[in-house]
């Protein structure tokens, strides 16, 4: 099974300052780039409603990076990016693919490849690599292990990269060298977002089935990579790609197929939909495979499990991304957040942050949240304690979206559970909130 090949884009732009982030669940299908289709990359959005989309493949040319279909270097399709993010959506850069190989099989330094993994996001504008492993590529451990050590001084230096892998999947889930790439990865620090599996070719049966199979089986085997998480947040860290209508081993998926898996990915909280292939497989169908698949884009981050710990009574530290969110979504493309991220409030009123606080006793509590708005105007909330509004605040520009500051306003709280819910009021949403604290 295997994923065919692709060239892809550039501009500067810090990873930083991505034009676009995701969604906690979305559509991001393939596009094998070319000159000839890279400008159509506008049209598709505005088709088919995707907003995203999976650039595939970065392979190396010793240590330098080009891109399969054409060999293009870094720099091409800098325009036709910029337009796609001018106009709301976002790329995900892949590297790798089946036959060309890997930046780690062709660079031993490990630091000219975090260069080059750095560069390839500035690039491009976008916070999201993603790492496509697969045949000799995978077997290479020389070449995993340099990989991991590049991605993790990467995102130790810049915390808003976020780094996939895609792979491949039998019907009972990942086979055991993938498993032990990953672990690779893992125990060399690298923060893995997102496994997306390769749902395709499987030789015999069907594919919608074994896609469901995998995807259960692969869930499964999430928890021991991430052990603490949910089973929804495991879920929100699988996606899933097939390949549209006609699979390489003659086997179909066809669109009924596809509105089957995007229900059960819905029902379970999939992260990521994709499919091979937008230029050649999608356009000549009306962009049927994306119209479908595009029905996930949206949602917000699984809650966390509950805890385990008896919360605080009195004060206490509670981080955003921890909390219950209603159209917004955990980020890292800003430094200096607390914690593992923060919140980034979709542009509408009504998204909104709630953190529950327990007390051991009635009274007035100062309540003070770090936030950041690089905005030139205010982000208006109303501050709603156990279901009433009590208060709001502006939460005032701060200069940039690097840039942190704290309000604090005083609320009543009863004795025993709580809820503080952080809502905006208007259009632009909320601020980038970091934190609450209590007391």
Not at 281 to 294: C, E, H, T, W
Not at 372 to 377: D, E, F, L, Q
Request: with cysteine.
């Amino acid at each position: 099974m295997a994923l065919p090949a692709g060239a892809i884009i550039g501009f500067n732009l810090t990873a930083a300052n991505a034009a676009t982030g995701f969604p906690a669940h979305y559509a991001a299908p393939y596009l094998q780039i070319t000159g000839s289709d890279a400008g159509q990359m506008s049209a598709d959005m505005k088709a088919s409603g995707t907003k995203f989309y999976t650039l595939a493949f970065i392979i190396p040319h010793g240590c330098t990076p080009i891109w399969e279909d054409g060999g293009n270097g870094l720099g091409a399709f800098v325009g036709q990016v910029r337009s796609l993010q001018n106009a709301g959506g976002q790329v995900i850069v892949s590297n790798g693919g089946a036959s060309g190989g890997e930046m780690a099989t062709g660079c031993s330094n490990i630091s000219t490849l975090t260069s080059v993994y750095r560069s390839e996001a500035t690039t491009y504008g976008t916070n999201r690599l993603d790492f496509d492993i697969e045949g000799g590529t995978l077997g290479n451990s020389g070449a995993n292990d340099r990989r991991a050590k590049a991605l993790a001084a990467l995102q130790k230096s810049d915390p808003s990269i976020q780094v996939d892998f895609t792979v491949a999947v039998d019907p009972g889930g990942m086979p055991g060298d993938v498993m032990g790439m990953l672990r690779n990865a893992v125990s060399n620090g690298v923060k893995i977002n997102l496994v997306n599996i390769m749902t395709m070719d499987f030789g015999s049966g069907s594919n919608l089935n074994n896609g469901i199979s995998a995807s259960k089986g692969a869930h499964n085997q999430l928890a021991s990579l991430f052990p603490g998480l949910s089973s929804a947040q495991l879920w929100g860290k699988l996606g899933a790609t097939f390949i549209a209508g006609r699979n390489d081993d003659g086997t179909p998926f066809s669109t009924s197929d596809a509105q089957k898996f995007e229900t059960f990915a819905a029902q379970n909280g999939m992260g990521e939909l994709s499919f091979w292939e937008l230029q050649d497989y999608d356009r000549p169908a009306g962009y049927a495979y994306s119209k479908i698949f595009n029905k996930i884009t949206g949602g917000s981050t699984p809650p966390p499990p509950p805890p385990t710990t008896t919360p605080p009574t009195g004060g206490g530290h509670f981080e955003a991304e921890k909390a219950a969110l209603t159209n917004a979504v955990v980020a890292t493309n800003h430094p200096g957040f607390t914690g593992t991220g923060f919140v980034d409030y979709a542009a509408a009123a009504g998204s909104a942050v709630q953190f529950s606080v327990s007390r051991s006793s009635a009274g007035s509590v100062k309540l003070t949240f770090r936030y950041a708005n690089g905005s030139t105007t205010n982000r208006p909330t109303s501050i709603i304690v156990n279901g009433a509004t009590v208060t709001s605040i502006p939460f005032g520009t701060t200069g940039t979206w690097d840039t942190w500051k704290t309000v604090s306003v005083t609320v009543s709280l009863k004795s025993g559970a709580n809820t503080v819910r952080v809502q905006a009021t208007s259009a632009p949403g909320g601020p980038n909130l970091d934190s609450l604290d209590v007391g």
